[in-house]
């Protein structure tokens, strides 16, 4: 996810209202049940991450046939118990998308979601983000992909129980295996030429 920026001039907002920001704004949007978080333009390690992660995502999904589709950053998803619509760097939806009853633009049922975290928003991805995304009831997986270091964090869901189960990937060697859809992502080919800001060193 990119940096975030907090809205100040006003503490709540009704969702009919953040809709209507959503509408006119030019930058990403977010809502948490009333809090309304501007998203702050990315880096470009996190616009080469997101890239690269979807290309493999998309290649490999299209190679299997099975149906599911790779979405960016413009696709919003609700979270209809918290009240909340985010909007995920990645997403992925295997069959039909199914909508918000509040808002025809808004997807209920990713199977699978990816953020490009940093140091400024680790905690909000690891944190109450999780926590929000672990209550949409198809969700079965949540990546979070590190842009000032090798490092992949995956969080899979156990099947029928509400219990997740994690391994991070930290080897320029590594192939980390997304199990909700059955596909491998390299991460020699994610992290190719990255420069990471905190060593200045190219991997």
Not at 108 to 127: A, Q
Not at 145 to 158: F, N, R, W
Request: glycine share 4%; net charge negative.
């Amino acid at each position: 996810m990119s940096a975030i920026k907090q809205e100040e001039t006003k503490k709540h907002y009704s969702p009919q209202e953040y809709l209507a920001i959503l509408e006119a704004s030019e930058t990403r949007v977010e809502y948490l049940n009333g809090e309304v978080r501007f998203m702050a333009g990315g880096t470009f390690n996190h616009s080469r991450l997101a890239s690269r992660f979807q290309t493999q995502l998309t290649n490999s999904l299209a190679n299997k046939g099975k149906g599911c589709e790779v979405f960016n950053s413009d696709f919003q998803v609700s979270i209809e118990k918290h009240n909340s619509y985010v909007l995920p760097d990645i997403s992925v939806v295997c069959g039909e998308i199914e909508v918000s009853d509040k808002d025809q633009n808004s997807a209920i049922n990713p199977i699978l979601v990816v953020e490009v975290t940093s140091e400024t928003t680790k905690d909000y991805d690891l944190g109450r983000k999780f926590f929000l995304y672990r209550s949409i009831k198809s969700l079965k997986e949540y990546v979070i992909v590190s842009q000032t270091e090798p490092l992949v964090m995956v969080h899979t869901k156990k099947q029928g129980i509400d219990i997740w189960q994690f391994k991070n990937f930290e080897s320029l060697d590594d192939i980390i295996y997304l199990e909700s859809i059955d596909v491998n992502i390299s991460m020699k080919d994610l992290y190719s030429n990255i420069k990471f800001e905190n060593n200045n060193q190219k991997q």
